[in-house]
């Protein structure tokens, strides 16, 4: 199983990646959520990846994720009945894992309805093969968040945008104007709409 890669970055397109590694190509299909987090890499810049060796009869594909939480939410879409690694990448592409891990835990059916593709049973299916393993993770991150003091998660953000490559004085000033209408933010959703922004 290859489960992550480092190489240099060949091509980048919104709906995948090649990566040389050693000499050796891979094509890796990526979401629309880690998409945005290799935006602003450059072609020949090295970068590293987590994966998911999808194997069926004679189809080996290699999807890609900008982190671990993202890949084991990928893994739990496509243990659903009816699910497969497209769909999963679909959702993954118009939802963030935070945003599905919420929508399952507290059964929100209307969240998965804005998903192409996704109706109201292949919700339904989602939220009752999937809610016991999402509902006592999300009560614990809650409680943690709301425990953590906003600078702290303005703290690893800033840090994470500048790993990134985002202007460090540029990026405090969009934090600052996003946490001051949203302070209840995750650090991985303030990631995500300083993004937009930037």
Not at 37 to 55: A, D, N, S, V
Not at 107 to 117: D, H, Q, R, T
Not at 132 to 160: G, H, M, Q, Y
Request: proline share 3%; hydrophobic share 35%; net charge positive.
């Amino acid at each position: 199983m290859i489960t992550h890669l480092r190489g240099k970055l060949i091509e980048k397109n919104k709906s995948n990646l090649i990566i040389d590694c050693n000499g050796v190509g891979y094509y890796i299909y990526i979401s629309s959520y880690t998409y945005s987090f290799f935006l602003r890499k450059e072609i020949g810049e090295h970068i590293h990846i987590y994966t998911y060796l999808f194997m069926k009869e004679n189809q080996n594909v290699l999807y890609g994720f900008f982190g671990k939480e993202e890949r084991n939410i990928f893994s739990y879409l496509i243990s659903v009945n009816g699910i497969g690694p497209s769909s999963a990448i679909v959702l993954l592409s118009t939802l963030t894992p935070n945003e599905i891990e919420e929508s399952i835990s507290k059964e929100n059916i209307k969240v998965f309805n804005k998903v192409k593709g996704i109706g109201n049973k292949t919700a339904q299916r989602i939220i009752l093969e999937l809610k016991d393993k999402f509902t006592k993770k999300i009560i614990t991150t809650e409680n943690k968040e709301k425990n953590r003091e906003p600078n702290l998660v303005k703290k690893d953000a800033l840090s994470a945008l500048s790993v990134l490559g985002f202007p460090i004085q540029k990026s405090e000033k969009v934090l600052d104007n996003i946490l001051s209408k949203h302070p209840e933010l995750s650090v991985e959703n303030l990631i995500k709409e300083s993004i937009k922004k930037l």
